[in-house]
């Protein structure tokens, strides 16, 4: 049995957030006949107000405009999991929210997302919370010599974070991130870093996509793999801890679990997001259902889709003025481009990006 109610086609979800993941999302809702609000600070002409029925720009604390929002909607989910979970508890008062508050506040803070995948039983680096140079001094001292620090809260694309080794000293490092809470990460040295998409109804179904390879350059993704080539087992046990994690959240959405894989072929969880991921775009192209049509379902109560991959697949994002080539890329036979519609392409910014399908080999 559901936990939600069933929406039909023609029903509207609110959306927090308006980035691309928000547009995207929208544009599947759209497919299967769900419009699509978003509620976001700076959502004038946004990726995702672009392609929605309606948008309310105001502040995640604006209280009145919240409580607008939640009842002129159907069902409410997000694009961002740093949405306060102040927000959502305010909009559960009127609507469903899904992801939930408890998810989020796992989500967005990694001492927290850290203690509960390790409270599972699964492996992450060895980590230690830090609050003042001296402590990731102590615990740079304890895990050894090459660490990562990261802020706890809000960090993406590698900002708010600091490599310690021999040549940085922890409180350079400690300085640098400008932060009053840290995470301290023993460096794995992994043979590859990989992501599993798992998407869960109101009825515990859950589906999962095969677990990808991520490359990143300047702290950015770069390029998805789908499927990562690695061995059999590892792509099991990939799957296996993101499912499990799924369930013990009780997500109803999508999860993104990004993992490393050691040498040995076993898996360490870096981080979780609960929402569509960059890493799981080339199932717009390659799967019977994407990750987005996924998280519509699930939040609308409907069956999860198929994960049936139609076709091996690499997604290379297109950053700043990567997008500058979008002639080039119409103009390959086979590319699947898909902008996002910002104006302005800032170094950094995440433009677009295009899919490239080959023969299924596994
Ligand atoms: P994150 O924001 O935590 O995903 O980190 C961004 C990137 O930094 C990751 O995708 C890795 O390439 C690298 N990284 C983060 N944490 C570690 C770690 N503990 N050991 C080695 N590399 C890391």
């Not at 105001?58 to 306060?84: I, K, M, Q, Y």
């Not at 043979?191 to 869960?200: L, M």
């Not at 993704?221 to 080539?229: E, Q």
């Not at 690695?230 to 046990?237: D, G, R, V, W």
């Amino acid at each position: 049995m559901s936990r939600i109610p069933t929406l039909a086609p023609g029903a509207t979800i609110g959306m927090l957030g308006a980035g691309q993941l928000g547009r995207m999302t929208a544009l599947a809702a759209a497919q299967l006949g769900y419009k699509t609000h978003v509620y976001a600070p700076d959502a004038a002409d946004s990726p995702a107000a672009q392609v929605s029925a309606a948008a309310t720009i105001a502040g995640w604390d604006d209280l009145d405009a919240l409580e607008r929002f939640a009842r002129s909607v159907d069902a409410v989910t997000l694009e961002w999991e740093n949405v306060p979970v102040a927000t959502v508890e305010h909009l559960r008062r009127f609507a469903t929210v899904n992801p939930g508050p408890n998810v989020l506040a796992v989500a967005q803070d990694r001492v927290a997302e850290k203690s509960f995948v390790n409270g599972l039983g699964i492996g992450t680096a060895p980590w230690r919370a830090a609050h003042s140079a001296a402590e990731v001094a102590a615990a740079v001292a304890e895990i050894g010599p090459r660490c990562v620090l990261k802020s706890t809260r809000l960090g993406y694309d590698g900002k708010g974070q600091a490599r310690i080794d021999a040549t940085v000293d922890p409180a350079q490092a400690w300085e640098s991130i400008k932060t009053s809470a840290a995470i301290v990460e023993g460096f794995v040295t992994f043979a590859c870093e990989v992501s599993v998409i798992v998407a869960r109804g109101g009825d515990g179904a859950m589906v999962a996509y095969p677990a990808v390879e991520n490359r990143h350059k300047d702290g950015i993704l770069d390029v998805t793999i789908a499927p990562a080539k690695i061995a059999p087992a590892t792509l099991a046990e990939a799957e296996r801890v993101a499912r499990r994690i799924a369930e013990a959240l009780d997500l109803i959405g999508v999860l993104a679990v990004e993992l490393f894989v050691t040498p040995d072929g076993g898996v360490l969880v870096n981080e979780m997001a609960p929402r569509p991921h960059n890493s799981g775009h080339w199932t717009m192209d390659a799967c019977a259902s994407s990750q987005f049509e996924q998280l519509v379902r699930a939040v609308c109560g409907l069956p999860l889709g198929s994960v049936e991959r139609v076709a091996d697949a690499e997604m290379t994002n297109l950053i700043g003025d990567d997008v500058l080539q979008w002639p080039a890329l119409l103009a390959e036979p086979g590319a699947r481009l898909h902008l996002y519609g910002k104006a302005e392409a800032r170094p950094g910014r995440k433009m677009g990006h295009v899919t490239r399908l080959f023969p299924k080999t596994s």
